[in-house]
C-alpha cells in the first residue's frame, strides 16, 4: 500500500469516525440500546486507528518540511540538523505504515467479550484429571494478575483430585482476545502421583474458549427453555445444599443442556445458566467462522477441532512446546504459575503476520 493510499484510507476512516460521534450524541440513537452500544463500540475500535493517523500524518509533514529545508536553507547547521531530521523520520515512517496496516486488518469482534472457559480430563485417567486441575490453577494465576474475575460455573471433580470437568467464565478487558489461543488439546508427560515404578505417562486435557454472548447478542425465547431445578452438592459430596437451587436449562428447539449450582440463590443460578445457554447458542454460528478461519491460521483451532494438540507439557525436562509455532522453553514451573503473556505474545504476533498475509498488505 503506498504512502498516499494509505493517507486517503486514513481520511475516511477519520470522517467516519468522526459522523460515528455525533451519532452517538444523538438523543435518538441514545435511546435505542441496542444501536447505541453498536455504534459506541464501533467508535472505540476506530480510535486507536484515528490516533495512529494523526501521528503518522504529522510525521509525514515533520518530513517535508525538512526535506525544504535542506533545499533552501544555506546556513550549514541548520541543513545538517535538517539532515538528522530527515534520516529519523524515514527511520520511523516504515515501522508506523506497519502498525497502521496491522490496526486497518478488521479485528475479530469477539476479541473484546469475556470468555467462558472449558477444561476437560482426557485420555489418562486420574492422571488427565489432575492435569485438568494443574490447568484451572495456571489460568486462574493468569486471571489474577491480569486483574481478571474468574468464576466456576459448573465442576465435576476427579476421584484422586482435580477435575474430570470445569467451567469457568472469566471477566474483564479483552479476556476471549487473549485466552482464544489456548483452544485445543494439551499434552502432560510425567511421572504420576499414583505410580509407583517412576515411570514418565502421557495424559492430556481438553481446553475450550468461548466468547461469551452479550445480551444484545442473540435472543432468547424464554417459551423454549425448560427449567428443572435440583439440589446442588459441595466438593466431594460435602456441604450438601438441601434447597432446590441448582438450576438446569435445556433448549428444547438445539438440544443444549447448561446447569449451575455454584450459587446458593436459585435466581443467581438461573441468571448464570440463562448467560451460559445464551453464549452456547450464539457459538454455534460463531463456531462457524471460526472453522473458516483455522483452515489459514496455524495459530487457531477450530472449535470443530478441539482434537488438535497445541502443547507439550514435559515435567522431567521442566519444558513446554508450543506445536503451533514450534516454540519450545524451559522453565516449566514458571509458566505453570501462570507467566503465559510471552507465549500468548508469540502467539498473537505469528496471527497478526498470517493475518498481514491474507489481506494482501
Known amino acids: 500500500m503506498s ?3 494509505l493517507l ?10 468522526e459522523g460515528l460521534s455525533q451519532q452517538i450524541s444523538d438523543p435518538a440513537v441514545m435511546a435505542d440500546m441496542k444501536k447505541y452500544i453498536q455504534l459506541n463500540k ?3 475500535e476506530l480510535e486507536p486507528i484515528v490516533e495512529a493517523g494523526e501521528k503518522f500524518r504529522n510525521l509525514i509533514g515533520n518530513l517535508n518540511s525538512a526535506k525544504e529545508i535542506l533545499m533552501t536553507e544555506k546556513d550549514e547547521e541548520m541543513r545538517e540538523m535538517a539532515k538528522e531530521e530527515v534520516a529519523q523520520i524515514e527511520e520511523q515512517i516504515p515501522i508506523m505504515e506497519e502498525q497502521i496496516k496491522l490496526l486497518l486488518i478488521p479485528a475479530d469482534p469477539q476479541d473484546s467479550k469475556n470468555a467462558i472457559l472449558e477444561i476437560r480430563a482426557g485420555a489418562g485417567g486420574d492422571e ?3 492435569f485438568a486441575g ?3 490453577r495456571l489460568y486462574s494465576k493468569f486471571a489474577e494478575k491480569k486483574g481478571w474475575k474468574l468464576e466456576i460455573t459448573s465442576q465435576s471433580e476427579g476421584t484422586s483430585g482435580g477435575f474430570k470437568e470445569v467451567i469457568c467464565k472469566i471477566s474483564g478487558s479483552g479476556v476471549y482476545g487473549v485466552l482464544k489461543y489456548e483452544s485445543g488439546v494439551h499434552r502432560v508427560q510425567r511421572v504420576p502421583q499414583t ?10 486435557a481438553s481446553v475450550a474458549v468461548l466468547p461469551e454472548a452479550e445480551e444484545f447478542d442473540i435472543e432468547l425465547n424464554i417459551s423454549d427453555i425448560r427449567k428443572d431445578t435440583f439440589c446442588s452438592s459441595g466438593p466431594g459430596g460435602q456441604s450438601v445444599n438441601t434447597t432446590y437451587s441448582a438450576i438446569r436449562l435445556t433448549h428444547i428447539p438445539s438440544g443444549i443442556v447448561v446447569q449451575c449450582q ?4 436459585q435466581i443467581k443460578n438461573y441468571d448464570k445458566a440463562l448467560a451460559e445457554l445464551r453464549t452456547r447458542l450464539y457459538n454455534l454460528e460463531y ?13 487457531m483451532v477450530s472449535t470443530g477441532d478441539r482434537s488438535a494438540k497445541i502443547r507439550t507439557y514435559n515435567y522431567p525436562q521442566s519444558r513446554l512446546t508450543d506445536h503451533r509455532i514450534n516454540y519450545t522453553m524451559y522453565n516449566l514451573p514458571v509458566f505453570m504459575d501462570g507467566e503465559i503473556q510471552d507465549l500468548i505474545d508469540k502467539l498473537q504476533i505469528a496471527e497478526n503476520s498470517e493475518r498481514l498475509k491474507e489481506s494482501g498488505n
Open 42 to 44: 464501533e467508535y472505540k
Open 3 to 5: 504512502e498516499n493510499n
Open 262 to 265: 455454584d450459587e446458593k440463590s
Open 195 to 204: 505410580e509407583t515404578q517412576g515411570r514418565v505417562h502421557t495424559s492430556a
Open 287 to 299: 463456531e462457524k467462522y471460526l472453522n473458516e478461519i483455522s483452515a489459514k491460521r496455524k495459530t
Open 128 to 130: 488427565a484429571s489432575i
Open 8 to 17: 486517503s484510507k486514513l481520511s475516511g476512516i477519520k470522517e467516519k469516525f
Open 134 to 136: 494443574d490447568l484451572l
